[in-house]
């Protein structure tokens, strides 16, 4: 059974920084690019970066470009996102995503408010 586990949100002040997790299993992780995307309130969730299986292409959606660093270790299976210069309007959840066979697998997500 696939399971993707974000951990690392939380309430950091503008300017912070924070590290979010994902753990994944149940299926073969090196095989899939992995994505983090985000969810705003009253707003629709939004692609942030994502990274290929072999970590050769990173993307990173406009406006955290500079600031977020997305990495993985295959080995541990776990893709992680480096936030840095954190701003107020960076508050979201945040979710861990994969796609196979055009199915999509979403973690539970993990909440992170940035206070001016």
């Known amino acids: 059974q696939v399971q993707l586990v974000e951990s690392g949100g939380g309430l950091v002040q503008a300017g912070g920084s924070l590290r979010l997790s994902c753990a994944a299993s149940?299926?073969?992780?090196?095989?899939?690019?992995m994505n983090w995307y985000r969810q705003a309130p009253g707003k629709e969730r939004e692609l942030v970066a994502s990274?290929?299986?072999?970590?050769?292409?990173?993307q990173y959606t406009d406006s955290v470009k500079g600031r977020f660093t997305i990495s993985r270790d295959n080995a541990k299976s776990t893709v992680s996102l480096q936030m840095s210069s954190l701003k107020p309007e960076d508050t979201a959840v945040y979710y861990c995503?994969?796609?196979?066979?055009?199915?999509?697998?979403w973690g539970q997500g993990t909440q992170v408010t940035v206070s001016s």
């Open positions: 995503n994969f796609y196979r066979n055009s199915v999509s697998h």
């Open positions: 990274i290929t299986s072999s970590s050769l292409i990173t």
């Open positions: 149940g299926f073969t992780f090196s095989f899939y690019t």
